[in-house]
């Protein structure tokens, strides 16, 4: 820095000397006294370019030169005429007040470019502050405008209410030593709270909001102190501190905002959850409790055709104490995105008949009857987890149906995608309930006394949409409800690795079949 302060007086005496050669080149074609112009030229360039400490040398240089080569007896100081003497006069009257002008513009004009620079600097940052998703985020960029605004490295600490502790973003050239940090960390533990006067010599600024008086929400740590900063810098880092205080309260509340939603949100989900299988887990556990315990007291009198009623009756309850606790398992796989799918060819007509012959006793009083077409090409999907599909559907019918309504089930392909759909007699669904029906803890209003947690069709979804298919419901003509979902047409080739075959080839395919 002071090496570049003298070049600049070098620099203006190199100009003077230029000005000098070409004042003696054109002496014998000019008066002494219109070569003054030419140094008066120089030194409002020297005022412009270096200042005014180089412009008041080169001033007085021009003077001393100006009598020195070109005011007669050349090479000397002495004046054959006292005339000259009043131009020497006017001539460093001029040049002072011109070099003085200039460089107070000059002057004026580095400020207003330097003010123009931090205002920017100071939108910019407000503008990222609207963007920062967390804590850390926020002292990097922090980080980054402030070292960017007083033109040296700075730390922003901010304290982590979660760890009770402080988060820091330290550069990779930073100047923090460990034994600062230490100081820092002791500081944010005992709640102490620096001084918040910010002057030359300040090394260590707190963070404050509005809502946290008693205690500091982090600090900036400049090592090298702020003694290069001028009073527009620091009024400029004030506003940044203020603004940066304003971002890590506001960015701490919304923390605090969002950890309550989501606490509060959970403990909803898990009333909903335990109100929900409380039921239901309480119902088929009282039964096979009460038809064991008549076995046990029947003893050695017991009747071999009420033994096995009342088996029977366990083994129901089993099988649906089975599936509601499956349905809570397969719902956390499903959220968690461990549902795994293996993909192979499937026969549409295979799964429907698995799904049907499960539920053999409760279709004796129903008629079943299916629309499949001889040339419905497979489909690719995972048979276990689309026959708990079908099955899922399937026992959603026996709840909100009539025991003696008959069922439907409907093949179609168009477009690479097969559509099964499942037809009911009940009452139908709702238009307006039709998109909720497919969320968690979710039942029919039209029968609340019907079983289940409300996950069947929730499951469902996740199912359907882990195969790259759709689900939905739509309104039976003549009265009812029909559930229908897509999945991929199975081909070969994308087993294998292959490219998948088109709609044109699939068709030419069924065509030639």
Not at 87 to 114: H, P, W, Y
């Amino acid at each position: 820095m002071m090496n570049q302060s003298k070049m600049r007086y070098v620099y203006a005496l190199i100009i003077v000397g230029g000005a000098t050669v070409l004042a003696r080149l054109l002496l014998p074609h000019f008066a002494p006294a219109n070569l003054v112009m030419i140094y008066l030229l120089a030194v409002v360039l020297i005022s412009s370019k270096f200042g005014r400490g180089p412009a008041v040398v080169a001033s007085l240089v021009s003077v001393c030169i100006f009598d020195f080569f070109c005011i007669e007896p050349y090479l000397t100081f002495a004046v054959s005429d006292s005339q000259y003497l009043l131009t020497f006069g006017v001539m460093l009257t001029t040049a002072l007040v011109i070099s003085n002008l200039t460089a107070t513009a000059q002057e004026q004009a580095d400020r207003a470019t330097k003010k123009e620079q931090q205002t920017a600097l100071l939108y910019s940052f407000s503008r990222e502050l609207a963007d920062v998703p967390n804590l850390c985020a926020l002292a990097e960029m922090a980080r980054r405008h402030i070292s960017q605004l007083i033109d040296t490295n700075a730390e922003v600490i901010i304290s982590d209410p979660a760890r009770e502790s402080f988060s820091t973003t330290v550069s990779t050239k930073s100047s923090l030593a460990q034994a600062d940090r230490d100081l820092i960390e002791q500081a944010f533990s005992e709640a102490k709270e620096p001084d918040f006067k910010i002057s030359h010599s300040t090394k260590v600024i707190p963070l404050k909001g509005s809502a946290s008086a008693a205690r500091v929400l982090g600090i900036v740590v400049v090592p090298q102190s702020l003694s290069k900063c001028d009073s527009e810098q620091l009024k400029t880092l004030e506003a940044f501190i203020n603004q940066l205080a304003t971002a890590c309260e506001r960015t701490r509340l919304s923390s605090e905002n969002e950890q309550a939603r989501v606490q509060v949100k959970s403990e909803q989900l898990r009333s909903s959850l335990l109100s929900s299988i409380s039921h239901d887990l309480r119902t088929p556990l009282a039964t096979i409790t009460g038809a064991a315990s008549g076995i046990m007291e029947a003893g050695a009198g017991v009747n071999l055709a009420e033994c096995r009623e009342l088996a029977t009756e366990i083994f129901n309850e089993s099988r649906r104490l089975n599936r509601l606790v499956g349905n809570l398992l397969d719902m956390t796989r499903v959220e968690s995105g461990a549902l795994e799918i293996h993909k192979e060819p499937q026969p549409v007509d295979e799964i429907i008949g698995s799904a049907i012959s499960y539920f053999f006793e409760q279709l004796e009083s129903r008629a079943v009857e299916t629309e499949i077409p001889d040339d419905l090409p497979m489909i690719s999907g995972d048979a276990v987890l689309i026959q708990q599909l079908l099955i899922n559907l399937m026992e959603n019918a026996f709840k909100y149906t009539p025991p003696d309504s008959p069922l439907l089930f409907k093949a179609t392909c168009d477009a690479g995608f097969v559509t099964i759909e499942l037809s009911d007699r009940g009452p139908g669904i709702p238009e307006e309930f039709r998109n909720q029906i497919f969320q968690k803890f979710v039942r029919a209003t039209n029968k609340t006394s019907a079983s289940g947690a409300g996950l069947g069709l929730a499951i469902c979804q996740g199912i359907v949409e882990a195969h790259g298919g759709k689900l939905g419901v739509k309104e039976r003509a003549g009265g009812g409800a029909t559930f229908w979902f897509t999945l991929p047409v199975c081909d070969s080739r994308s087993i294998s690795g292959e490219p998948p075959k088109t709609d044109s080839a699939l068709e030419a395919q069924r065509q030639n079949a």
